[in-house]
Each structure stands twice: as structure tokens, then as C-alpha cells.
């Protein structure tokens, strides 16, 4: 009877050992859960903030565009004004010269900053891939 005693007593230290080591486990379980779920959320912040940056960047792509259409626009009208005053005769001064010269590196100028944000805003968005 008392082999029977202590034979049940060991089974039932062991099985208590086991269910703590199985609690460890299912407590790692639960740690490693709350890990990934917070490396998620902060994923998806950093996702969130790289979708505001690509709004700000296609905004400023489109204006940037636009920008490289009415500097062109000006270009095209110096360079008519400049025709009007060879075939007239007379010599335009030399700060007109410069806006014709500014009108056409600012839209070169322009157009680069369109085709550089149009690639930053597929990097941003590709993010998601």
C-alpha cells in the first residue's frame, strides 16, 4: 500500500511538472503573439506615414509639372516677343535676355523635379509590394 502511496505521489509531482512546463510554454506562446502583433501595428505605421509622404509627393509632382508647362508657355512667348523685336529692328535689353534664360532653366529645372518625384512616389508606393 504504501509503494502504491508513493508511486501515485511521484505521478503526481510529474504531471505537475509537466503542466508547468507546458504553462512556460503556452506563456512564451503568448509573448511571441504580442511581439509579432506589435511589430504589425508599428508596420503599419510606418506604412501609413509612407502613404502621407506619397500623397505630399504627387502633389508636388503634379505641380511640378505644371510648373514645367508655364515656364514653357514662357519660353515660347520671350522667344516670340524676341522675334517681333529682331524683325522690327530694335534690341531687347539685356534683363529680358535674362528672363528668357531663367524662363528656360526653370523649366528644365522643372521638368527634372517632376521625373525625380514620379520615381520617389513609385518607391513610396511600392512599399506596400
Sequence with gaps: MRTQRRVFEKLSESTKVELASEKIELGALDDLEKKTKKAIDSF???NASARKAGQIIDKAEGEAKKLGKVFQDL????????????ELGFKLPSKTASLLR???????????A????EKASSIV???DD
Design 44 to 46: 503599419n505605421g510606418v
Design 125 to 127: 508606393y511600392g512599399l
Design 75 to 86: 519660353e515660347g512667348d520671350w522667344g516670340k516677343i524676341q522675334k517681333t523685336a529682331k
Design 114 to 117: 517632376a521625373s525625380q518625384l
Design 102 to 112: 531663367d524662363a528656360s532653366a526653370y523649366r528644365s529645372i522643372s521638368q527634372n
